[in-house]
């Protein structure tokens, strides 16, 4: 059985009505609140950015490096915000949260936006990629509408800094994640650092594009995340020229890719046999590895946390094993659909008829 892929949480406009609470009235429920929402929002941009990374047939490739970056950024601020949440008391649900793609981001926040699973498109970069990263004000041009996810961090650091919540270490994970080292959050400095990471590697700060430099790079220059995908969908690296950012830059070539179709609502439809195999062993392993998520900051479980990032690099093989698998349509690949089942349960109901998938 699928898990429920709407929790409370992810109702829509739940970080609008989170940022209307007035400021005295944000204290700790509200702060555990749009923790748990940040949990969410941070695993719900995971698979679609591992569908992406996936479809790039050179593992080597550029943009399949720069992707997988921004892969484990993700992981990293998950795992900060899962601290965040349980410096002030809770513990957060994600096994029983995960979306059912195509789906809104959890909370509201883009609400315009439809995230989908699918191999790597200029469409793909455009609608969905760059989409969830959008910055309260892109450098190139300025933006408006819904909240965006800096709005919302900016929302929960000032609640941190007017209730100015005790702080327990008590059940946070230390843990290295890529380039950046999980650290218990001691005080307010802490979680604000914390918040800024967040934001910058995600959308770049109001007056640059470029994201904190990490050891992993030896201090290099590294845009954030909407920028690098922007690259990706301009075929040009950002630069600046007296004060202004343009994509003009060198070349960035658009990469080979498995031509991964989009998975349609209620996941592929009668599915071969090999796909069915590789779809159920899949989905098993997600559903373990949520599990084991959970459990890690729910029981301060550090092998859990271990198991967790071992399975995630365990879920690339029958990943890429279902790209080679043609769809009926002559065109598209099928590809991992995210839909984790419990153990021992069988493959989550698939939609019984209807589109094959389609492309973006």
């Known amino acids: 059985m699928a898990a429920p892929g709407v929790a409370a949480a992810a109702a829509h406009g739940m970080v609008a009505r989170l940022l209307a609470v007035p400021a005295p009235s944000r204290r700790d429920d509200w702060l555990r609140q749009a923790l748990q929402v940040a949990v969410e929002l941070e695993l719900a941009t995971i698979p679609p950015y591992l569908c992406a990374w996936w479809s790039v047939r050179d593992r080597s490739d550029t943009v399949a490096n720069l992707i997988r970056g921004i892969v484990t950024d993700e992981m990293f601020h998950m795992g900060l915000a899962c601290n965040m949440l349980v410096a002030v008391g809770g513990r957060p649900r994600i096994a029983s949260v995960t979306p059912e793609y195509p789906a809104p981001l959890p909370g509201g926040v883009r609400s315009n936006l439809t995230v989908y699973l699918s191999g790597l498109t200029r469409a793909y970069v455009r609608d969905v990629l760059m989409a969830i990263e959008t910055p309260e004000s892109p450098l190139p041009e300025p933006s408006a509408g819904p909240p965006t996810i800096g709005d919302f961090y900016d929302g929960l650091v000032t609640a941190f800094l007017d209730h100015r919540p005790e702080l327990s270490v008590r059940g946070q994970m230390g843990q290295r994640i890529g380039p950046d080292e999980l650290r218990p959050m001691r005080n307010l400095d802490d979680v604000v650092a914390a918040v800024e990471i967040i934001k910058e590697q995600g959308e770049g700060s109001s007056t640059s594009p470029e994201a904190p430099s990490s050891e992993a790079t030896g201090g290099h220059r590294e845009v ?137």
């Open 224 to 360: 954030a995340h909407y920028y690098a995908f922007a690259e990706i969908y301009h075929g040009r690296t950002l630069e600046e020229a007296d004060g202004v950012w343009e994509f003009s830059g060198p070349p960035v070539p658009f990469p080979d890719v498995h031509p991964m179709g989009v998975v349609p609502r209620g996941g592929w439809p009668h599915p071969p046999r090999e796909a069915a195999t590789l779809l159920r062993r899949f989905d098993s392993a997600y559903g373990e590895l949520l599990r084991d998520l959970e459990a890690a900051w729910q029981s301060a479980d550090h092998g859990a946390l271990n198991r967790a990032i071992k399975t995630m690099e365990q879920l690339e093989e029958p990943a890429l094993a279902l790209m080679e698998i043609p769809l009926g349509d002559g065109r598209h690949t099928y590809g991992p659909q995210f839909r984790p089942v419990a153990p021992d349960a069988g493959q989550p109901p698939s939609a019984g008829s209807g589109s094959r998938g389609r492309r973006a």
